[in-house]
């Protein structure tokens, strides 16, 4: 290359022919052919960022607060933290009730009796049921005093109940199974005719009802309503007080007696029956406040006395005040053949050992009920 003929061109003409010698190269086709595929993808997806705009016209009930956290408004937790416990297929109750009434004079016109009475309850329930199997446990225990003035304690109420059904079925859909079911009903203390307290008219097992049976359910999803039908269950009727059972109370075998009114042969303190047994139990609300239990047992002997039927009927309006007092009004209504009322006895021979009848019980109390 002539560099004097450079020279004698101007400096701007010399540099940009630099320029364009340097650049040349870099637009120039590469001699080594490229093995790599070209890139024939398509990217459709196009991103458009743009500030968000402020607020220019604020509403006058628009409340803003800065985003921070504060903990001046919080409180702190007025129950127990309960830990987090796994899934039982148990289900338990638990409740405790005390009814109180009383009746006070201080110179009162028309006169009257200071009284004061009261009925203790138990009531307790472990129920498990898991997709086709229910076992149900029940034990209900009751007791109830009376004193009024210038006068001894009375017995107003005393009940043992225990209860066990243990049910089946095939699907999970149907809602009749197949049950096996136990029941146990007697009293805690001796029973009188008031105001004799020297001859009790029952005691402990005395009587003591004992059924073992089994049939078919009907049971809802809620347990609210539970039907129990058995064409075979066997009835035990126990007098363990042998005074009792020689004279054949609640309808064991009384003893034999020769002339001389000895006793030759002890009454039977067991008496079996073999019948058929209905069962029925229903719990509904009438209204917010007032809960409505319903207890039906009907049995009937197939050996001795078939169509006679022995009735137990407890029916119970409970009326809740608030979570701990309640009220309550109920009526229980027994009929067995086998216990008799108005013996008459003259010169130590029994006459007549009396009919049955219809027993009857009202009760009316306000009291607290507590569950745990």
Avoid: C
């Avoid at 138990?122 to 005093?145: A, I, S, T």
């Avoid at 047992?297 to 197939?302: E, N, P």
């Avoid at 050996?303 to 009220?327: C, M, P, Q, R």
């Amino acid at each position: 290359m002539n560099y004097a003929y450079l020279k004698q061109l101007p400096k701007k003409i010399v540099i940009a022919l630099f320029l364009i010698a340097f650049t040349l190269p870099s637009f120039s086709q590469d001699s080594i052919v490229s093995t790599s595929e070209i890139d024939t993808a398509i990217i459709n997806t196009i991103v458009i960022r743009k500030t968000q705009e402020k607020i220019k016209h604020i509403p006058r009930g628009a409340k803003l607060t800065n985003p921070y956290v504060s903990f001046k408004k919080t409180k702190p937790l007025s129950k127990k933290f309960k830990k987090f416990r796994v899934p039982s297929f148990w289900e338990k109750t638990n409740k405790l009730g005390v009814q109180i009434s009383e009746v006070a004079f201080v110179n009162w016109n028309a006169g009257g009796n200071n009284s004061i009475s009261g009925i203790g309850s138990l009531y307790f329930e472990r129920n498990y049921k898991f997709r086709y199997v229910q076992w149900d446990n029940e034990l209900e225990l009751k007791y109830g005093l009376n004193a009024q003035e210038d006068q001894k304690l009375r017995k107003t109420d005393d009940n043992i109940r225990m209860s066990s059904t243990f049910a089946y079925r095939r699907d999970t859909i149907s809602n009749w199974y197949y049950s096996v079911k136990a029941n146990l009903k007697t009293q805690f203390s001796n029973g009188y005719t008031y105001p004799d307290r020297t001859t009790p008219i029952s005691r402990f097992m005395a009587p003591g009802y004992f059924f073992l049976g089994a049939g078919t359910s009907y049971i809802t999803p809620d347990q609210k309503f539970n039907l129990y039908i058995s064409p075979l269950t066997a009835k035990a009727t126990y007098v363990l007080d042998q005074r009792l059972a020689d004279k054949g109370s609640f309808g064991v075998k009384k003893a034999v007696l020769d002339t001389n009114g000895n006793i030759i042969e002890e009454g039977e303190n067991v008496f079996a029956e073999l019948g058929f047994l209905v069962t029925n139990n229903w719990e509904t609300n009438i209204s917010k406040n007032v809960k409505m239990t319903h207890r039906l047992s009907l049995y009937t002997d197939y050996l001795t006395s078939f169509g006679n039927v022995d009735v137990d009927w407890e029916l119970n309006f409970n009326l809740i005040v608030n979570k701990y007092i309640k009220a309550n009004i109920g009526t229980h209504i027994l009929y067995d053949d086998d216990i008799l009322f108005d013996e008459i006895v003259e010169n130590d021979v029994v006459i007549s050992e009396g009919v049955p009848r219809i027993q009857f019980k009202q009760l009316l109390g306000v009291g607290i009920s507590y569950d745990f």
